[in-house]
């Protein structure tokens, strides 16, 4: 079946320091993949998506390179800001619409 | 525009007791989805439903829950004879429907928090 793995946290981090988030999949067929976040006390809402191998996504200052190869999808910023402190979690959608997620990683950005 | 909305925001209710959470989707937004967000089991897919075709039910834990569309567009689940593992927040989304459907973006409400004492 369809899994994803995503690095356990917290992180924490200062300011302007760079974040990855390392994101792994399994899947039977070419799924899309996609990063939703979730804010202190706010729902889920979709960072970036890219739906075939190579495509690259991105918003807000993160990216995520579709790379098949490595079946992964690592979420990447270069400069963070305290407003970035969320749950970040990484999911796919294979054949169909059910999303499968990873456990999510807690980020906290301090000033 | 508006988005996903769910009401209530939180629920506290006592073991045994019948619960109903609602959600309206994102008007034109023909596919609607149910998710639970637990501790122990992260985010789980429960059911589906796009249009007037039948819902995939395939996620739903048990039999004493149970979700309907009306009209097309709002969503009620339901759990009967709440247990204290039920306990988790429950999130509505809802997609364009049309196309492939692994592509779309799911847009997600603030979810109801439902606590069973």
């Known amino acids: 079946g369809n899994s994803v793995t995503q690095m356990e946290g917290p992180v924490t981090l200062s300011e302007e320091a760079f974040l990855t988030i390392n994101c792994t999949y399994t899947?039977?067929?070419?799924?899309?993949l996609f990063w939703y976040v979730q804010y202190p006390g706010e729902g889920l809402q979709l960072l970036l998506k890219?739906?075939?191998?190579?495509d690259k996504g991105s918003n807000k200052g993160f990216e995520a390179t579709y790379r098949k190869e490595t079946t992964s999808f690592h979420l990447e910023k270069g400069s963070v800001q305290v407003s970035d402190s969320a749950v970040y979690f990484c999911?796919?959608?294979?054949?169909?619409?059910?999303?499968?997620f990873g456990a999510g990683t807690t980020v906290t950005v301090r000033a | 525009g508006a988005g996903v909305s769910q009401s209530p925001s939180n629920k506290v209710t006592e073991k045994g007791k019948d619960v109903e959470l609602r959600c309206d989707p994102i008007?034109?937004?023909?596919?609607l989805y149910w998710y639970r967000q637990s501790l122990g089991q992260g985010l789980e897919f429960l059911i589906y439903f796009q249009g007037n075709s039948a819902p995939d039910k395939s996620g739903l834990p048990s039999d004493r829950f149970s979700a309907e569309r009306t009209g097309g567009s709002v969503s009620t689940l339901t759990i009967q004879r709440t247990q204290q593992e039920d306990s988790a927040v429950y999130l509505c989304a809802s997609s364009l429907g049309q196309g492939r459907l692994s592509n779309q973006p799911q847009h997600f409400g603030d979810g109801t928090r439902l606590s069973i004492l």
């Open positions: 899947a039977t067929g070419y799924p899309s």
């Open positions: 890219a739906t075939k191998a190579d």
């Open positions: 008007s034109g937004h023909t596919a």
């Open positions: 999911a796919l959608s294979d054949h169909d619409y059910k999303l499968s």
